[in-house]
T-cell receptor
Framework: SQTIHQWPATLVQPVGSPLSLECTVE??????LYWYRQAAGRGLQLLFY??????ISSEVPQNLSASRPQDRQFILSSKKLLLSDSGFYLC?????????????FGEGSRLTVL | AQRVTQPEKLLSVFKGAPVELKCNYS??????LFWYVQYSRQRLQLLLR??SRESIKGFTADLNKGETSFHLKKPFAQEEDSAMYYC?????????????FGSGTKLNVKP
């Protein structure tokens, strides 16, 4: 069976500090991977997506970046956090190469920037 | 561009009452529509998708291309239906499927 894990679950960081959120998928290969930010009243905002190793597409300009160093690993990063980066970050995957299919979500990582 | 609109942030109904969560979308092609649900302290999960034409936990949703709507309905709400509901749209883009979500509707079913 397939599983997806995110860590850390909770993170409190000062403004200007770096960020690294990690997401790992198990039990599948070559998945499509996604990073979303969930904000109250604003729903889920698509941040980044990836179809393969080293292939990252950004949906919106922002202070964050993403990387995919391995097939089933997706990392969300920032060099210097802003207050506005606070939020709940969700990683998701779906089967690659299919025309249709659902997204499977991780547990999420709550980031508070002080 | 706002692709998925959920006009209600909060919907409160009494147990046994009918419930309808509204979703409208904007996309000129043939998207796939989903409803996702997030129960308290659980991860976001798929409730149903339009191509399956299933009824899940008593919920149904019909895709109306003329009105570009995908409203979620249940004839008799239960307390355990209380959760956050998100409508989502997916469409192919090259070799990839993008998923866009609405802002969500919190359903509160009162006893």
């Amino acid at each position: 069976s397939q599983t997806i894990h995110q860590w850390p679950a909770t993170l409190v960081q000062p403004v200007g500090s770096p960020l690294s959120l990690e997401c790992t998928v198990e039990g599948t290969s070559n998945p499509n991977l996604y990073w979303y930010r969930q904000a109250a009243g604003r729903g889920l905002q698509l941040l980044f997506y990836s179809v393969g190793i080293g292939q990252i597409s950004s949906e919106v300009p922002q202070n964050l970046s993403a990387s995919r160093p391995q097939d089933r690993q997706f990392i969300l990063s920032s060099k210097k956090l802003l207050l506005s980066d606070s939020g709940f970050y969700l990683c998701a995957w779906r089967w690659g190469g299919m025309d249709t299919g659902e997204l499977f979500f991780g547990e999420g990582s709550r980031l508070t920037v002080l | 561009a706002q692709r998925v609109t959920q006009p209600e942030k909060l919907l409160s109904v009494f147990k046994g009452a009918p419930v309808e969560l509204k979703c409208n979308y904007s996309y000129s092609g043939s998207p796939e529509l989903f409803w996702y649900v997030q129960y308290s302290r659980q991860r976001l999960q798929l409730l149903l998708r339009h191509i399956s034409r299933e009824s899940i936990k008593g919920f149904t949703a019909d895709l109306n291309k003329g009105e570009t709507s995908f409203h979620l309905k249940k004839p008799f709400a239960q307390e355990e239906d209380s959760a956050m509901y998100y409508c989502a749209l997916s469409f192919p883009s090259y070799n990839f499927n993008k998923f866009y979500f609405g802002s969500g509707t919190k359903l509160n079913v009162k006893p």
